[in-house]
Each structure stands twice: as structure tokens, then as C-alpha cells.
Nanobody, 128 residues
Framework: QVQLVESGGGSVQAGGSLKLSCAAS?????????MGWFRQAPGAEREVVAR??????????AASVQGRFTLSLDNAGAKHTLYLQMDSLKPEDTAMYYC??????????????????WGQGTQVTVSS
């Protein structure tokens, strides 16, 4: 059973940085498996932030975070730890951030329905 545990959220001023971590256990796939971050602001739809397939490690970013956020994966040992380095944060980045994981299906989905494992979420608040 896959378990995802997020950490690293918090409150910062605009222009600041935060780094989110997602520790994944129970992942038996070595290939064709996706991990990523989604976010949801109050009253808004959940949206993908960044995602990758674990064997290639090549991240794909939403246009709104391209150039400001960096997604990376540490595959050392039996655990996979997914990181999201967030720089030049803006107030519109304020949201609950969720780590997600699921099988690759002709790509890593931009939709939450493409993932069957989720973390509990970590709040990111950016003040102006």
C-alpha cells in the first residue's frame, strides 16, 4: 500500500521560497509510475503543479509555475522522496498542496483522477 507523507509548507512573503517534501513508501513500481504535486485554493479547482515519471525523472510543469518551481526525485533506498522547490512565490500560489502518485498511462496525467494515492496536504500561504 502506497503512503505519501508531505512536509514543508508554511507562510512566506511574496518573493520568498519554500521547499515541500513528499516521502513515499510502498511503491513497488520501478518504471511507468508517476508522482507529482497538485494544489487547491479555496473556491478553486484542484490543479496540477508539476509531475514526473519516476524512472526518467523529467519534470513537467504547469505554465503558471514554470521557471519558479523545481521538481526533483530522490530514489535512494526503498523510498521515493519527491521535492518541490518553490522560489519567487506569489500570493496566487497560496493553496493546499497535495502530493499524488499513480500508474503511468500514456503519460503522467494533469488530472487528479489519474492518481490513486494522495497525501494529506500541506498549506502554503504567500502574503503580499
Amino acid at each position: 500500500q502506497v503512503q505519501l507523507v508531505e512536509s514543508g509548507g508554511g507562510s512566506v512573503q511574496a518573493g520568498g521560497s519554500l521547499k515541500l517534501s513528499c516521502a513515499a513508501s510502498g511503491v513497488t513500481y520501478r518504471y511507468y509510475y508517476c508522482m507529482g504535486w497538485f494544489r487547491q485554493a479555496p473556491g478553486a479547482e484542484r490543479e496540477v503543479v508539476a509531475r514526473l515519471e519516476i524512472s526518467s525523472g523529467r519534470p513537467i510543469y504547469a505554465a503558471s509555475v514554470q521557471g519558479r518551481f523545481t521538481l526533483s526525485l530522490d530514489n535512494a533506498g526503498a523510498k521515493h522522496t519527491l521535492y518541490l522547490q518553490m522560489d519567487s512565490l506569489k500570493p496566487e500560489d497560496t493553496a493546499m498542496y497535495y502530493c499524488a502518485a499513480g500508474p503511468w498511462r500514456a503519460g503522467c496525467s494533469t488530472l487528479g483522477t489519474g492518481y490513486n494515492n494522495w497525501g494529506q496536504g500541506t498549506q502554503v500561504t504567500v502574503s503580499s
